[in-house]
DNA sequence: CTCCGGATTCGT
DNA sequence: CGAATCCGGAGT
């Protein structure tokens, strides 16, 4: 069945993959596929866009306000979900990056369809409803469950994807944070947020 | 306890 | 450009 042979075929990214600086693993998140079994079915899609949260210095990332209710996942070990709901309305996720007590992370902002995917899926909010995510994946270990990031089996002749960096969508409050080019996506790839 | 505003999306 | 709609965080 071709689901399950290219799901089979993707491999789950270890540990390690997120224990690194927040702007490395972005760039390298492009091109994953992202997984959420909803009842038995894997949904899948294709990252294409996302943006780094760098910690607590950091302006835009809600860690700057310190470890709280909310953020204390951001300060946990890396590989775990950080799912929170924005505007009383969406869910964001993002996967929490570097050692525990760095607070860095990486939101996932926008996804190809893949497989068992209804709707849009460009913009964080759409992304997490397309998938099947909410605040009930918040803390989620992207190792041990249903929910996690892999690696596709890379298909022969394949040319490396173009990176583009750009300001992070909606931090304009951050200051010159929000000038940083913390936004990452592929060139020309038609599912990106916005251009 | 009250109040404010948001890493968004949709419709006017 | 403004509404929708909830809750975390900050202040009283």
Not at 16 to 26: E, G, K, S, W
Not at 48 to 58: Q, T, W
Not at 71 to 80: A, C, I
């Amino acid at each position: 069945m071709q689901i399950t042979s290219v799901i089979d075929a993707a491999q789950k990214l270890p540990r390690a993959f997120y224990d690194r600086d927040p702007i490395t693993v972005a760039g390298e998140l492009l091109g994953k596929v992202l997984v959420h079994a909803v009842d038995a079915v894997p949904r899948v899609g294709r990252i294409v866009e996302v943006e780094a949260y760098l910690g607590p210095h950091d302006l835009a990332a809600h860690s700057s306000r310190g470890l709280t209710e909310r953020t204390k996942v951001m300060f946990g070990p890396p590989g775990h979900a950080y799912v929170y709901l924005i505007y009383g309305l969406h869910c964001c996720m993002n996967v929490v990056t570097e050692r525990e007590g760095q607070a860095s992370a990486v939101l996932l902002r926008a996804l190809e369809p893949v497989h068992n995917l209804d709707g849009r899926t460009q913009g964080p909010g759409l992304l997490c409803r397309a998938m099947g995510i909410d605040r009930k994946c918040n803390a989620h270990d992207l190792l041990s469950g249903d929910l996690y990031v892999a690696a596709p089996p890379l298909a022969a002749g394949a040319k490396a994807p173009v990176i583009v960096r750009r300001p992070r969508i909606g931090v304009d409050y951050a200051g010159h944070w929000a000038r940083r080019l913390l936004r990452f996506y592929i060139n020309g790839n038609p599912f990106i947020s916005r251009p």
